[in-house]
């Protein structure tokens, strides 16, 4: 039987070696943040980079791993394989969201809730900055949604008309954030059936909000926005 003192050292050399690790895969993706490795290119080998850090292959190997799970990189086996840097988009903090959601059981309200809160406080600076070509771009949305709709088409068009809005509003940490839940949204939908009577309320009250921006009928506006969202049947259209 190990007594306490032993114990205690035999928790800390795990902790050790995760700093360790840590360390390495914080240096390479501030590397991959400053754009000195650049999405595309292959990481060094295992040997070279246990070389450079002086530290073992497996604390190489658990460094290489985090970046991976963090979405930043791939790898790729076999020959000409290896760690490969991937171009840092949407889908890295949609996958991140997802993996909240899941591991954390959250609910479809406070899905739907969470989706209120980002983009309700977006929309006053939207309505400001509205311009008669992001309502033309709305439009012709809604023109291919109405193509989906009478060919019976399940697509990610209605999403789309969320992200015109966001363009709008300038702010590009939010824009991310919102085309994130929305890829993670249509992932999800893709598993359900196709709702015609849904898809068809959706474009209907897009066409409304359109016709509320071009009156200048703010409060009118945000309201009913607030009410299509609230009403949507999943967690995004």
């Known amino acids: 039987m190990y007594n306490n003192e032993t114990e205690s050292?035999?928790?800390?050399?795990?902790?050790?070696?995760?700093?360790?690790?840590?360390?390495?895969?914080k240096q390479l993706k501030d590397q991959i943040y400053d754009g000195i490795i650049k999405?595309?290119?292959r990481l060094p080998s295992l040997d070279i980079l246990s070389g450079v850090f002086?530290?073992?292959?497996?604390?190489v190997r658990e460094a290489i791993q985090s970046l991976e799970n963090s979405g930043l990189i791939f790898v790729k086996p076999g020959a000409g394989g290896g760690a490969f840097v991937k171009k840092v988009g949407t889908r890295v903090?949609?996958?991140?969201?997802?993996?909240?959601?899941?591991?954390?059981?959250v609910?479809?309200?406070e899905l739907t809730d969470a989706r209120l809160t980002v983009e309700m406080a977006m929309l006053p600076s939207i309505i400001d900055r509205i311009q008669p070509a992001v309502l033309e771009a709305l439009?012709?949305?809604?023109?291919k949604a109405e193509a989906s709709l009478a060919n019976s088409v399940k697509d990610s068009t209605n999403i789309q008309f969320h992200i015109i809005l966001a363009r709008v509003n300038n702010n590009r940490l939010m824009l991310n954030i919102i085309e994130a839940f929305s890829d993670l949204g249509w992932r999800f939908n893709e598993a359900n059936e196709y709702d015609y009577e849904r898809y068809k309320k959706i474009v209907q009250?897009?066409?409304?909000?359109?016709?509320?921006?071009?009156a200048k009928k703010r409060d009118k506006f945000l309201e009913m926005f607030e009410k299509h969202i609230k009403n949507s049947a999943y967690f995004f259209e």
């Open 9 to 25: 050292i035999i928790k800390l050399r795990p902790a050790k070696r995760t700093r360790l690790s840590q360390g390495i895969s």
């Open 39 to 41: 999405p595309g290119d």
């Open 54 to 59: 002086k530290v073992g292959k497996p604390v």
């Open 93 to 105: 903090l949609s996958e991140a969201f997802e993996g909240i959601i899941r591991l954390d059981n």
């Open 107 to 109: 609910s479809m309200e």
């Open 139 to 143: 439009e012709e949305n809604i023109k």
């Open 205 to 214: 009250d897009h066409k409304v909000l359109i016709g509320l921006l071009k």
